[in-house]
C-alpha cells in the first residue's frame, strides 16, 4: 500500500510510518523540512520504505498533492503541540491555523484527486467533548463550548471537506498518549525520580489515557476496518482519575505519588491550558468496542507494565 502521513515525524507519526515501512509499504511523509514538490528517500527505511515530500500546509493545494493521488491511505496528524508552551492569543492561533489549515489542504487534494484515496483519517482531540468533569462522552455526545472543543469541531468540519463517494473519511479523537520516549508522560516522570511525583490540583478529575502501542494498532485498525467511519476515541476502555493514575505510575516507578501540584502553580506554569488539566474528561471508546477491537492495554496497571517492566 502507499500510505500517506502528514504530521509523520513526531510522538505519534514517526513509529507509525516506521511500522507500516517496515513492512514494505510505500509511505510517503508530508514535511514542512523541505520545499513544497521536493522527496528524499530516508536512508536505511528499505524499498520502498519512507520518502519525505515537501508541502506547505497552508491551505492550499500545491506540487505535493501528487503523493495524494493513488493513495490507499491519507493520514493527518499535522498541527502544533497543544502543551508545548505557555497559552497566548497568538499561540492559540498558530495552533488553531496548524490543524484547520493542514486539514484543508488535504481535503482539497483529496477532492482534487483522479484516483483519491480509499480512507481519510483525520486527527482530532477528545477536547472536542469540553470540560466535562467526570460526566461519560461516548462519539455520540456534543461538541463542547471552550476553545479546544470549538477549534476540534472546526478541525473535524474541515476533514469531512474530503467525503466524496468511495471515500471513507474518519475522525480519531485522541486522548492521553503514554511512552515513556515523549508526550505527557515523558514529562510526568521527572518529579517522580525526584521522590516529588502526586496527582494534579484535587486529583478527582479523568485522564482518559491510552497506550502509545494500542494508538498505532487503532489507527491501522480504522485503515482495514471498513466500518470504522466519523467520529471515533482513541482511548483506552477504563479512564482513571488523576489520583489513581498517579499512584499507578508511583507503583511502577516504586516512587511515592503523594506529593500534589496545586492548581494555581499549574496556572502560573502553563496559564490556561491549567484549566483543561485540572479539570479532565471522562471519555469511552464506544465505537472501537462496538465493532470488536482488542485493546492491548486496557487498563492503566497494564499499560504500565508494559511501559517500564514487572
Not at 64 to 89: F, K, M, Q, T, Y
Not at 121 to 127: D, F, Q, R, T, Y
Not at 170 to 187: C, D, H, M, Q, Y
Amino acid at each position: 500500500m502507499r500510505i500517506v502521513i502528514a504530521g509523520g515525524t513526531g510522538f505519534l507519526g514517526s513509529p507509525l510510518a516506521e511500522g507500516y515501512a517496515e513492512e514494505g509499504h510505500d509511505v510517503r511523509v508530508l514535511t514542512r523540512g523541505l520545499l513544497p514538490g521536493d522527496c528524499r528517500h530516508d536512508p536505511g527505511t528499505g524499498v520502498p520504505g519512507v520518502t519525505r515530500v515537501g508541502w506547505a500546509a497552508d491551505g492550499e493545494l500545491g506540487p505535493w498533492a501528487r503523493a495524494i493521488d493513488g493513495a490507499d491511505a491519507v493520514i493527518n496528524l499535522a498541527g502544533e503541540s497543544i502543551g508545548e508552551r505557555r497559552w497566548s492569543p497568538a499561540w492559540k492561533a498558530r495552533v488553531r491555523n496548524s490543524r484547520i489549515l493542514s486539514t484543508r489542504s488535504l481535503a482539497s487534494a483529496i477532492q482534487a484527486a483522479g484516483s483519491p484515496p480509499p480512507i481519510f483519517i483525520n486527527s482530532s482531540a477528545i477536547g472536542y467533548y469540553g470540560i466535562s468533569g467526570d460526566e461519560p462522552k461516548t462519539e455520540a455526545a456534543p461538541a463542547g463550548g471552550d476553545f479546544l472543543a470549538k477549534l476540534c469541531a472546526d478541525w473535524e468540519g474541515e476533514a469531512r471537506k474530503a467525503e466524496r463517494p468511495g471515500v471513507r473519511v474518519a475522525i480519531i479523537r485522541t486522548g492521553i498518549v503514554v511512552e515513556r520516549s515523549g508526550g505527557p508522560l515523558k514529562l510526568m516522570l521527572r518529579p517522580f525520580r525526584w521522590c516529588l511525583g502526586g496527582p494534579m490540583g484535587s486529583g478527582r478529575q479523568y485522564m482518559s489515557w491510552i497506550h502509545r502501542l494500542d494508538w498505532i494498532e487503532m489507527v491501522r485498525w480504522v485503515v482495514q476496518e471498513p466500518t470504522a467511519t466519523g467520529p471515533i476515541n482513541l482511548t483506552a476502555p477504563h479512564p482513571v482519575t488523576n489520583r489513581e493514575f498517579t499512584r499507578a505510575l508511583g507503583r511502577a516507578l516504586r516512587r511515592p505519588a503523594i506529593l500534589p501540584a496545586p492548581a494555581f502553580a499549574l496556572k502560573a506554569i502553563v496559564g490556561e491550558f491549567a484549566t483543561y488539566i485540572v479539570t479532565g474528561q471522562r471519555v469511552i471508546p464506544a465505537r472501537a468496542q462496538a465493532l470488536g477491537y482488542h485493546f492491548r492495554y486496557p487498563e492503566i496497571d497494564i499499560a504500565f507494565r508494559g511501559i517500564f517492566g514487572d
